[in-house]
């Protein structure tokens, strides 16, 4: 990252010092903060910069990640690495523990996505986490655009966005009663792009499912879906082998993959730039179920 | 798009949609190619469905679903475009509902200010209400939009009116900058490219001068002020002696060897690294985190600040302020509230309240002893312990506070330091 000869910093390195800031500014008010890891590059980001906040001494704090069963076995790989490494506890919601305990109730039709709601927020509220590091973003979807960075959930884990904390300069107000908790957004100003580039100047190690690879896939809605014993083939849904990544990684069964050969971090962020479709919009289904899909599920208590 | 050496430019926006504002957002996202392809159809759809004529680029920017419903913006929301040379941050506000708090909010962290007129009707109480909070939260650069020229026939004499009374009306605000560009933002005259039809305005076009606007040296790089966020000590045998203190740089630029001063306690050292992560600096400037470490082992804790022995902020307990209220319950003199100033939190007793200041007149109601919604004033506290302060035109991280209700630990006010005694 660059440092200008005239006192400029690089934006990277502005967005860098900001999110540093906050993950100090919440390590030092809050009783018991928790990151919440999903694997995905986002939050490996968050990772990075939690290590860089507090080194030389280990992140003051434990990762969260809520397990739905239908993860990745990659972003497994990669979340066990960088536990390692950093030396930090590791706590583990599972959704289907969640589903045999009655905390949530799967339906069959509800998503594992869904159900990750209800078993993050037990998670938070068995634990006592009072703080909680989400890896959002405010360029990824409408309903974002409008989260602060430290954003306010009641006793239910609900966010109420007409009733939102003026937040100012950079004074967070980390206030809660007992009973409730904060989600920290500390990657809010980033795009999608800065975190790629972030990735590539931070020689971050990240999934191997965000770089092309062979797998076996099929289409559905028009979207690109992974051949999974969790996602059985509906009638007429053939699978074939194409040359595809990642742009998001969550839910097996509701995440999409493109078709790309960018197999390095520089094609990748070629691919990025020119790309014309959010990534939300291009691989999660998820947000497609209505205009204002991401902003229901964010009031219930979701990332 | 936003290379990784790029810098960054945070502007805010206020208008009303009757102005263009979010036209003009809209406009600089979609010849910027910040807008997707999804995202340009689901408004083309919207716009197609509600019967217009073309596609509504305000739509873009309308996040939650009340206000698609109800066809206004509650929130301050916050945009992201780059160009080969700048990364943007719009904080985009709302006009009309709860202007004051969100404007005051944007502004906040706003190099740039960005005012809209419509062409047609001039100057109006609103745009003259926004460039006043502007200056006031001392946003070094304002740009003023003379918006919907196509109307007017691009004309000359229409835009040099509005030009010369803004100017004169901005001599009694504290603008360091000022630009003024004709433009339309329905159809992209002067807002990346120049117009071909205002050939006698020889200035740049706005994307042009949010690009090339110098901001670093709005930053103060000499007065020295590092308030201390968080203190480094591993505990482990490798680090077995380490103790840092973590903070962001608000002031001067910090080199190792420099003598320093720590408040409140008056002790004195030097620095004796300057860690980020595993490297060490040779200099830091805002708005830079950093680890600090000093020579010798001197008492220091969230909360305080590290200074110059012969620059430093004046501790204080007795505030003098401006202060936007953005609670529904008035702000009255007696009131105790919580205080959170840099790193430091502590307890507040409104004094007095001397005067409100009309956003729109700029006259300072002496009669009034509260502040209600939405209302600026200059506003006497005294703390529980000392502030660390400079005046806020001096210094927006060490001379601004926010007001916390103890009951609900809601944000309630926003705090502007005149003078500290």
Excluded at chain 2, 137 to 157: A, F, G, I, Q, T
Excluded at chain 2, 198 to 217: C, I
């Amino acid at each position: 990252m660059t440092v200008h000869a005239d006192y400029r910093l690089s934006q990277l390195a502005e967005l860098e010092a900001e999110s540093i800031h906050i993950f100090r500014e919440v390590a030092a008010e809050f009783e018991k903060p928790v990151l919440m890891f999903s694997g995905g590059k986002d939050s490996i980001v968050m990772m990075r910069l939690a290590e860089k906040a507090f080194f030389p001494a280990k992140i003051p704090f434990p990762v969260l990640q809520v397990d739905t069963g239908y993860d990745f076995p990659e972003v497994l790989e990669t979340r066990d690495h960088w536990v390692d490494r950093l030396g930090v506890r590791l706590v583990i919601a599972s959704v289907e523990a969640a589903i045999a305990n009655g905390v949530v109730v799967d339906d069959g039709k509800t998503s594992r996505n869904r159900l990750q709601t209800g078993t993050l927020l037990h998670a938070i509220e068995e634990e006592g986490f009072t703080a909680a590091f989400g890896g959002g973003r405010r360029d990824e979807e409408k309903a974002r655009a409008k989260e602060r960075v430290y954003s306010h959930r009641d006793d239910f884990g609900q966010w109420d966005p007409k009733n939102q904390r003026p937040e100012l300069w950079s004074l967070y107000n980390g206030r809660i009663h007992a009973g409730e908790h904060m989600r920290i957004f500390p990657l809010s100003n980033w795009t999608e792009l800065d975190i790629w580039y972030y990735i590539g100047a931070e020689e971050i190690d990240i999934p191997n499912i965000y770089f092309a690879h062979q797998r076996r896939v099929f289409r559905r809605d028009n979207m690109l879906y992974s051949e999974s014993e969790h996602n059985p083939l509906r009638r007429g849904e053939t699978v074939e082998e194409r040359t595809v990544r990642f742009r998001t990684v969550g839910d097996i069964t509701l995440t999409g993959c493109v078709e790309s050969n960018a197999d390095t971090i520089a094609a990748v962020i070629g691919e990025i730039a020119v790309a014309r479709v959010t990534e939300r919009g291009e691989t999660r289904g998820d947000d497609r179920f209505s205009e204002a899909a991401m902003e229901d599920r964010k009031r219930e208590g979701y990332f | 798009m936003a290379g990784p050496s790029m810098d960054l430019l945070r502007f805010a926006t206020a208008g009303s949609v009757d102005d263009g504002k979010s036209t003009l957002i809209g406009r600089l996202l979609l010849d910027s190619k910040s807008i997707f392809e999804d995202q340009l159809e689901a408004v083309e759809m919207t716009s197609k469905s509600r019967g217009y004529d073309y596609t509504d680029l305000a739509l873009l920017t309308d996040g939650l679903r009340s206000e698609r419903e109800q066809g206004i913006t509650i929130d301050v929301a916050y945009r992201y475009f780059a160009t080969p040379r700048r990364k943007f941050i719009i904080a985009d506000t709302p006009g009309h509902v709860q202007y004051t708090r969100n404007m005051v909010t944007g502004a906040s962290t706003a190099d740039l200010g960005l005012v809209l007129v419509d062409a047609r009707q001039g100057l109006t109480e609103q745009s003259r209400r926004h460039a006043v909070i502007l200056s006031l939260l001392r946003v070094p650069h304002l740009v003023l939009c003379v918006n919907k020229m196509d109307l007017v026939d691009y004309s000359e004499d229409k835009f040099n009116e509005i030009h010369a009374e803004f100017t004169s009306f901005a001599t009694k605000l504290a603008i360091p900058d000022l630009t003024i560009v004709p433009i339309s933002a329905l159809k992209g005259d002067n807002v990346v490219t120049r117009s071909q039809d205002m050939d006698w305005y020889s200035g740049p076009s706005l994307l042009h001068h949010l690009e090339n606007v110098h901001v670093a040296s709005d930053r103060d790089l000499v007065d020295t002020r590092f308030p201390v966020q968080y203190v480094v000590r591993p505990k482990s045998d490798e680090y077995h002696d380490y103790r840092g203190y973590a903070g962001r740089v608000a002031g001067g630029v910090l080199k190792p060897g420099d003598e320093v001063l720590v408040l409140p306690s008056g002790m004195t050292s030097k620095i004796s690294e300057i860690d980020l992560f595993d490297k060490q600096l040779d200099e830091a400037f805002p708005p830079m985190s950093v680890t600090v470490r000093l020579e010798d082992d001197v008492d220091v804790s969230r909360g305080d600040m590290i200074c110059r022995p012969q620059n430093a902020p004046q501790p204080s307990q007795d505030i003098d302020a401006m202060i936007c209220w953005m609670s529904s319950t008035p702000l009255r003199p007696r009131q105790k509230l919580s205080i959170k100033h840099t790193t430091r939190t502590a307890r507040a007793m409104i004094k007095d309240v001397q005067y409100r200041l009309d956003v729109n007149s700029l006259h300072r109601d002496l009669e009034t002893k509260e502040l209600v919604l939405n209302e600026i004033g200059r506003v006497q506290l005294r703390t529980t312990s000392p502030l660390l302060c400079d005046p806020y035109e001096k210094n927006r991280t060490t001379g601004s506070f926010i007001l916390i209700d103890e009951a609900t630990g809601v944000t309630v006010g926003a705090g502007m330091i005149n003078t500290a005694s």
